[in-house]
């Protein structure tokens, strides 16, 4: 327990100064380190041809998606060509099709589900050129699609601003520097890096054993602090090339937290009222600019918050109880579940890293999730589905200011009165669009997985019958959804089916959503300002921060109650009734 309340601890003095700091890279206001970045992304804007330009919500998201084509077009050709290019030690083949296709689709949504494993499936080129800089570029387009959100829904400019400009900014001045220091941070702990081809060691046993090398650190400082997940070997963060020491599982999770978390002080700052009609309002502007979280900020990171420790305390629980049929057996159950777990974590770290990864849609794993008990299981699976307990860097705020604005609605229905948010009218074009962004996560997870379970090419995946195949099902599509990327790896998911079907949850999951909220931006960005009056909702307190939590679990249980009823829920009624 020490260890989660230290790790939460850090990631709170470090959320804070990272939130101030992507505000003024988000507003462009000064930083300590312009004099270097502004000389470097001069040169960047000036070989490019970006100009700066402000742009309205339909041209900022034709931008991105046609950006994000080209670079998928681009990393296919790398994947399906790898076996006749350079950098490649260790002669791997190119990858199949379909394979490609997933792969290329999950790296470029953020998403990094893994259908093989990388040490044997993709070269040093294709890992360094294709994965690692997808990593990069989801990342700074999702942060990028956040900034422009933010600014629609502040409202203090007329434009949402530049996407080039802002996925230069986002990755100069945060994602490379920051991942060079957690890079050499993993490397002082014992993570590879090195272009050299794999190892032949003989072991202690006296036996002889193949080891996997490659630029490992490189790619897992951006995996986690971009929210990707993706592992440069198939057991991710459990094997000790990736994740060797508490030490470093800590620094992991600290990269998967940060940015997401200061996104919404971001936001809460963005966001802020402004005042000019007194020097008297001008002060109060001032003390608002030095706030911490600004008010909208601090209600939706409280409610995140709860959501995260409430299933974090589930997980915990659930997996410190122990699994009631191995102790049935004779096993000894009072170090708690340990099956599939690593022993230099433990049920703490475990349950934490399974939580976060998860809450903050990372997809990386130090255990295998397939193991966790019933009711463990169901927390990262029922966060996938939420989608917005923090969620993936910018797009979590995103989702959840969608159930903000749903429980606005609500609430001003309650009261016959027409809902306002952020000083701004919220009318039926909003609603639509806001009840697309909900409706799309879910028909996708359940729409999948019944289609799943109704075919012959969906069922040849699932290697565990009754509930807790269900569950694989359930947790293999509310990953790809979500963006997330993890999964309970019991499928046997590498065929043309799960490819096909997971790569479009992928890419729907991720482009219907972060389109449909550029548009509610662009919407309110053009509507005319209302004035405050007493019987305005108001959102920037206790009550409100209650009344969005319970929005996002009714909404939760009514879409995916009854499939969680029949997986996770029934499997542990069985596991601990018999």
């Known amino acids: 327990m020490l260890q989660i309340v230290v790790t939460l601890a850090i990631f709170m003095v470090l959320v804070i100064p990272m939130g101030t700091y992507m505000y003024h890279i988000a507003t462009k206001e000064k930083t300590f380190a ?32 046609t950006t994000n084509a080209v670079m998928v077009f681009t990393g296919y050709l790398v994947l399906r060509l790898q076996g006749l290019l350079f950098v490649n030690p260790n002669g791997i083949e190119a990858m199949e099709p379909t394979l490609s296709f997933n792969t290329i689709i999950s790296f470029m949504t953020n998403t990094n589900l893994q259908h093989y494993s990388g040490e044997s499936g993709l070269s040093y080129l294709s890992q360094m050129l294709v994965i690692i800089f997808m990593m990069f570029v989801s990342a700074a387009s999702g942060y990028a699609a956040c900034m422009a959100f933010c ?41 590879p890096q090195t272009l050299a081809a794999n190892q032949t060691v003989q072991t202690i046993e006296g036996q002889y054993q193949d080891l996997a090398m490659g630029p490992v650190a490189a790619l897992e400082s951006i995996k986690h602090l971009g929210t990707n997940g993706g592992g440069f070997f198939g057991a991710n963060s ?28 971001t936001f809460g700052k963005m966001t802020m009222k402004r005042r000019k009609e007194a020097k008297k309002n001008q002060v109060v502007m001032s003390t608002q600019k030095k706030a911490i979280f ?91 589905m939420l989608n917005c307990v923090f969620g993936g860097k910018g797009v979590g705020l995103m989702n959840m200011v969608m159930y903000v604005i749903l429980a606005v609605f609500l609430c001003g ?98 482009y219907i959503a972060i389109i449909a909220q550029l548009a509610i931006a662009g919407s309110l960005l053009a509507k005319r300002r209302v004035n405050e009056t007493v019987g305005t909702l108001r959102t920037d307190n206790v009550i409100f921060t209650v009344i969005l939590v319970v929005v996002v679990y009714i909404f939760a249980a009514l879409t995916f109650f009854p499939a969680l009823a029949l997986g996770p829920i029934a499997e542990h009624l069985v596991l601990w009734m018999s």
Not at 253 to 261: D, E
Not at 301 to 318: H, T
Not at 459 to 469: A, D, L, S
């Open 34 to 65: 312009d004099p270097l970045f502004n000389r470097v992304d001069g040169l960047i804007y000036k070989v490019c041809r970006i100009n700066g330009e402000g742009m309205n919500w339909k041209q900022y998201a034709l931008h991105l998606l």
């Open 151 to 191: 600014r629609g829904l502040a409202g203090k400019r007329k434009d949402v601003g530049n996407f080039y400009e802002d996925m230069v900014r986002i990755t100069t001045r945060i994602l490379i520097p920051v991942s060079l220091i957690a890079g050499l941070l993993l490397i002082w702990q014992g993570v």
């Open 238 to 265: 459990t094997t000790p090339f990736e994740n060797p020491t508490v030490i470093s599982n800590i620094i992991e999770l600290l990269c998967m937290m940060v940015l997401p978390g200061a996104c919404v002080i």
């Open 294 to 384: 600004g008010n909208q900020g601090r209600t939706i990171f409280a409610a995140m918050s709860i959501l995260f420790l409430v299933g974090l305390l589930i997980c915990f629980n659930a997996e410190q109880a122990g699994n009631p049929a191995l102790e049935a057996v004779g096993l000894n159950q009072d170090m708690g579940s340990m099956e599939g777990k690593e022993m230099r974590f433990g049920i703490a770290q475990s349950a934490l890293f399974t939580t976060t990864t998860t809450s903050f849609t990372t997809g990386t794993v130090n255990n295998m999730h397939d193991t966790l008990t019933p009711l463990g299981g169901m927390v990262p699976m029922l966060h996938m």
């Open 413 to 510: 229905l309650m009261i016959g009165r027409t809902p306002e948010y952020l000083g701004k009218k919220i009318e039926g074009k909003e609603m639509k669009l806001v009840a697309l962004v909900l409706i799309v996560h879910p028909l996708l997870i359940l729409g999948f997985s019944a289609l799943a379970v109704m075919t012959g090419a969906g069922m040849e995946g699932i290697t565990n019958e009754g509930f807790h195949g269900l569950s694989q099902v359930l947790y293999e599509y509310a990953s790809s959804a979500a963006n997330n990327g993890s999964g309970f790896e019991g499928l046997a998911d590498n065929t043309v089916f799960w490819n096909i079907t997971t790569g479009l949850a992928m890419f729907f999951g991720r």
